[in-house]
């Protein structure tokens, strides 16, 4: 099974800005779409972002204007820019792709996660 491979996280002060990504190990085909997720203790794991194969993007309200997700196709690699880090964007940072299998099936494969630590 092909894993996902993400990079960039770390600690930050408040207010700066961290540049996530993350690729496949190996060759995946048919992705129809990428997402970041995060889980801070306690919570339940979140999307923060998303984006499909045509570009579209969507993504949870607290990041809008903060965040930006863009994805290279030919590589199959997402992105995760984040300005103005806030000390509540602490978390760990997964990766999913969204795979098909069919036109109704489509499997899911995440990443190990990465850890982001904003400090106030």
């Known amino acids: 099974q092909v894993q996902l491979v993400e990079s960039g996280g770390g600690l930050v002060q408040a207010g700066g800005s961290l540049r996530l990504s993350c690729a496949p190990a190996g060759r995946m085909f048919n992705i129809n779409a990428m997402g970041w997720y995060r889980q801070a203790p306690g919570k339940q794991r979140e999307l923060v972002a998303r984006?499909?194969?045509?570009?579209?993007?969507n993504y949870i309200d607290s990041v809008k204007g903060r965040f930006t997700i863009s994805r290279d196709g030919a590589k199959n690699t997402v992105f995760l820019q984040m300005n103005s880090l806030k000390p509540e964007d602490t978390a760990v940072y997964y990766c999913?792709?969204?795979?098909?299998?069919?036109?109704?099936?489509?499997?899911?494969?995440w990443g190990q996660g990465t850890q982001v630590t904003v400090s106030s």
């Open positions: 999913k792709a969204e795979v098909g299998v069919t036109t109704t099936i489509q499997n899911a494969y």
């Open positions: 984006i499909t194969t045509s570009g579209s993007t």
